[in-house]
């Protein structure tokens, strides 16, 4: 019997020669930790569905950030949970809002941290969509305005980055105008280009107290068969001034991420999603699987796909792992 020339195996031998060849390489600095901010102080309760993640105030904000910062992450984004809620999401603009708090103390620490602010009204609304509703319906263009200043009031705060994950038609040019005309021109947009109406943003939906309280989002998340659909989206919210886009979830819409990444020369990030954490944790505490060999796999999976950088509730996780 004669033997093949090539023999892939021999690159698989050892540790060290499967690391020397290794394609993807996952590092913490490319991993952003997902934070949910209360009204209070030293408040931090932990979400049922998503062991590990806490809702928490400000002050208990600052302390895990100076854990994540050691761990060498290289930002975080917030969400909001706020004292109050009405059917246009006011509270949202407010200078003294939690989020805007949030951002004030982490910078008050001096911590040397991305911050990235979520630009949206589903935490702030009483009806949990993200959006205004008139007549029954999720009225885009009068939702712009309050985006806008909602991401004005995170840019003040002190926000390195903020986010919109909305999916409103128009949000980027309107906050990115808004942003310009206050000066804020440095203040860099991350657009949820390509978020998905999905059933993997449950436990989310506890963390933040965001569901809706009457039908769901298929007006205006996409829909999860359409493909092409999401270059439109990232084009678009790139003609508006976005500087990084974002397709979301991550596992199911790996496929997207690969295309996004072969159709654009700018940075694309990926939402390691709360269904996509809890699954993994839940099987975890069962027994069924190894917690930080499948965690490390699906992030390599998403980077190997094209993220360039991943927002992942597994980021502190993953970092002690990485740098054991």
Same mark, same amino acid.
């Given at each position: &019997?004669?033997?093949?020339?090539?023999?892939?195996?021999?690159?698989?031998?050892?540790?060290? +020669?499967?690391?020397?060849?290794?394609?993807?390489?996952?590092?913490?600095?490319? +991993?952003?930790?997902?934070?949910?901010?209360?009204?209070?102080?030293?408040?931090?309760?932990?979400?049922?569905? &998503?062991?590990? $993640?806490?809702?928490?105030?400000?002050?208990?904000? $600052?302390?895990?950030?100076?854990?994540?910062?050691?761990? @060498? =992450?290289?930002?975080?984004? +917030?969400?909001?949970?706020?004292?109050?809620?009405?059917?246009?999401?006011?509270?949202?603009?407010?200078?003294?809002?939690?989020?805007?708090?949030?951002?004030?103390?982490?910078?008050?620490?001096? !911590?040397? =941290? =991305?911050?990235?602010?979520?630009?949206?009204?589903?935490?702030?609304?009483?009806?949990?969509?993200?959006?205004?509703?008139?007549?029954?319906? $999720?009225?885009?263009?009068?939702?712009?305005?309050? +985006?806008?200043?909602?991401?004005?009031?995170?840019?003040?705060?002190?926000?390195?980055?903020?986010?919109?994950?909305?999916? &409103?038609? %128009?949000?980027?040019?309107?906050?990115?105008?808004?942003?310009?005309?206050?000066?804020?021109?440095?203040?860099?947009?991350?657009?949820?280009?390509?978020?998905?109406?999905?059933?993997?943003? @449950?436990?989310?939906?506890?963390?933040?107290?965001?569901?809706?309280?009457?039908?769901?989002?298929?007006?205006?998340?996409?829909?999860?068969?359409?493909?092409?659909?999401?270059?439109?989206?990232?084009?678009?919210?790139?003609?508006?001034?976005?500087?990084?886009?974002?397709?979301?979830?991550?596992?199911?819409?790996?496929?997207?991420?690969?295309?996004?990444?072969?159709?654009?020369?700018?940075?694309?990030?990926?939402?390691?999603?709360? %269904?996509?954490?809890?699954?993994?944790?839940?099987?975890?505490?069962?027994?069924?699987?190894?917690?930080?060999?499948?965690? =490390?796999?699906? !992030?390599?999976?998403?980077?190997?796909?094209?993220?360039?950088?991943?927002?992942?509730?597994?980021?502190?996780?993953?970092?002690?792992?990485?740098?054991?």
């Amino acid at each position: &019997m004669s033997f093949p020339t090539q023999r892939p195996r021999r690159l698989r031998r050892s540790e060290a +020669l499967r690391d020397l060849v290794r394609e993807t390489r996952l590092t913490a600095a490319g +991993l952003i930790y997902p934070m949910f901010v209360c009204p209070g102080m030293n408040v931090r309760k932990e979400v049922s569905s &998503m062991p590990g $993640v806490h809702q928490q105030s400000a002050d208990q904000i $600052v302390e895990e950030c100076r854990e994540v910062e050691s761990l @060498g =992450l290289p930002g975080v984004i +917030l969400f909001g949970l706020p004292e109050s809620k009405d059917a246009r999401g006011t509270i949202s603009t407010s200078a003294d809002g939690v989020v805007q708090r949030a951002i004030e103390a982490i910078r008050k620490a001096k !911590l040397e =941290l =991305l911050v990235i602010t979520d630009v949206c009204l589903c935490e702030y609304t009483d009806h949990g969509h993200c959006g205004v509703i008139e007549n029954g319906n $999720v009225a885009n263009d009068q939702t712009l305005p309050i +985006l806008a200043a909602q991401a004005l009031s995170h840019a003040r705060a002190g926000a390195d980055i903020v986010a919109p994950s909305d999916m &409103m038609d %128009g949000r980027v040019a309107a906050i990115r105008e808004t942003l310009d005309q206050h000066k804020f021109n440095d203040i860099a947009i991350l657009a949820y280009a390509a978020k998905y109406c999905s059933g993997f943003y @449950g436990p989310f939906r506890e963390a933040a107290d965001s569901a809706p309280q009457f039908g769901d989002r298929r007006s205006y998340q996409m829909d999860p068969a359409n493909a092409r659909e999401a270059l439109k989206e990232v084009a678009l919210d790139l003609e508006e001034g976005a500087d990084m886009v974002m397709v979301k979830p991550a596992l199911p819409y790996l496929d997207i991420l690969r295309r996004v990444r072969d159709a654009f020369e700018v940075p694309v990030g990926a939402y390691n999603v709360s %269904g996509e954490y809890a699954m993994v944790k839940a099987a975890a505490q069962k027994g069924w699987l190894d917690e930080k060999r499948v965690v =490390l796999e699906i !992030l390599t999976g998403i980077q190997r796909a094209g993220a360039n950088f991943i927002l992942t509730y597994h980021a502190k996780d993953a970092a002690r792992w990485l740098k054991a």
